[in-house]
């Protein structure tokens, strides 16, 4: 079955770190930009990170860079996005994306089913 399954998240300190994991199954995990995409409370979608998992780029909003990692094993199948620094009173819904295949077109044509990250005041 081709899926994007996530795990991770959660309630955390400000100042503290949480681990998002999305591991895919059913394609080729190497063969596409993988994203995480997130989403906090009345506001609209925003492409957080990608990774290309066979050659190992990355990219970040700016936002982000410095406090996320975004990292993927391909033996696993599994992307994570590392987040430090949480900062206090952040939320929001995290998503995984399959982009597009390396070297062609499309994407966000699969997601994860999403995890709440919440970082207390």
């Known amino acids: 079955q081709v899926q994007l399954v996530q795990s991770g998240g959660g309630l955390a300190q400000p100042g503290g770190s949480l681990r998002l994991s999305c591991a895919a199954s059913g394609f080729t995990f190497s063969s596409y930009w993988m994203k995480w995409v997130r989403q906090a409370p009345g506001r609209g979608p925003e492409w957080v990170s990608d990774?290309?998992?066979?050659?190992?780029?990355?990219r970040y909003v700016d936002s982000v860079k410095g406090r996320f990692t975004i990292s993927g094993n391909n033996g696993r199948n599994t992307m994570y996005l590392q987040i430090d620094s949480l900062e206090p009173g952040s939320t929001a819904l995290y998503y995984c994306?399959?982009?597009?295949?390396?070297?062609?077109?499309?994407?966000?044509?699969?997601w994860g089913q999403g995890t709440r990250d919440a970082v207390s005041a």
């Open positions: 994306a399959r982009g597009r295949p390396t070297g062609g077109t499309g994407g966000y044509d699969l």
């Open positions: 990774i290309n998992p066979a050659g190992g780029s990355t």
